[in-house]
């Protein structure tokens, strides 16, 4: 079993989950270019997202490109003879695309989760009333 890492823009630090769990394992991260042509990202962004993943990925083997997302993955993935991908959740409907692509290609997919910062788990409607509830959790020592 050979596992890739898959970072994202919701997974973007040294101390992901995912890439913790596999400090040998290749990694990628995909600047999808179809969210790119619809997304309107200054140049500044793209240079802190860039610089952020080359931190996260400095010490191992990692592949940085722009194209389709799931292509990209599933070609890396292929050319290391990757079975396992492993990404950390966000809640997002790209992620969830990506995800069902990787699967239909038959890879394994493995979800990490970032660490709650508080227990809530109700809908958010407006941030005073969500604060209110857990600022005494969140800033405990």
């Given at each position: 079993?050979?596992?890739?890492?898959?970072?994202?823009?919701?997974?973007?630090?040294?101390?992901?989950?995912?890439?913790?769990?596999?400090?040998?394992?290749?990694?990628?991260?995909?600047?999808?270019?179809?969210?790119?042509?619809?997304?309107?990202?200054?140049?500044?962004?793209?240079?802190?997202?860039?610089?952020?993943?080359?931190?996260?990925?400095?010490?191992?083997?990692?592949?940085?490109?722009?194209?389709?997302?799931?292509?990209?993955?599933?070609?890396f993935a292929r050319s290391r003879n990757c079975t396992?991908?492993?990404?950390?959740?966000?809640?997002?409907?790209?992620?969830?695309?990506?995800?069902?692509?990787?699967?239909?290609?038959?890879?394994?997919?493995?979800?990490?989760?970032?660490?709650?910062?508080?227990?809530?788990?109700?809908?958010?409607?407006?941030?005073?009333?969500?604060?209110?509830?857990?600022?005494?959790?969140?800033?405990?020592?």
């Amino acid at each position: 079993m050979s596992v890739l890492v898959w970072l994202h823009g919701g997974s973007l630090s040294p101390t992901d989950p995912a890439l913790l769990a596999n400090p040998n394992a290749p990694a990628i991260f995909v600047f999808d270019k179809p969210f790119l042509e619809r997304t309107r990202i200054s140049f500044g962004r793209l240079q802190f997202i860039f610089e952020s993943v080359l931190e996260c990925v400095e010490a191992r083997e990692h592949r940085l490109c722009v194209g389709i997302q799931s292509e990209e993955i599933i070609a890396f993935a292929r050319s290391r003879n990757c079975t396992q991908i492993h990404v950390t959740f966000v809640a997002s409907p790209e992620l969830d695309r990506t995800i069902d692509a990787l699967e239909e290609a038959g890879f394994k997919v493995v979800l990490h989760h970032l660490e709650r910062l508080t227990s809530y788990s109700g809908q958010v409607k407006r941030f005073s009333a969500f604060w209110k509830r857990v600022e005494t959790e969140v800033w405990k020592p």
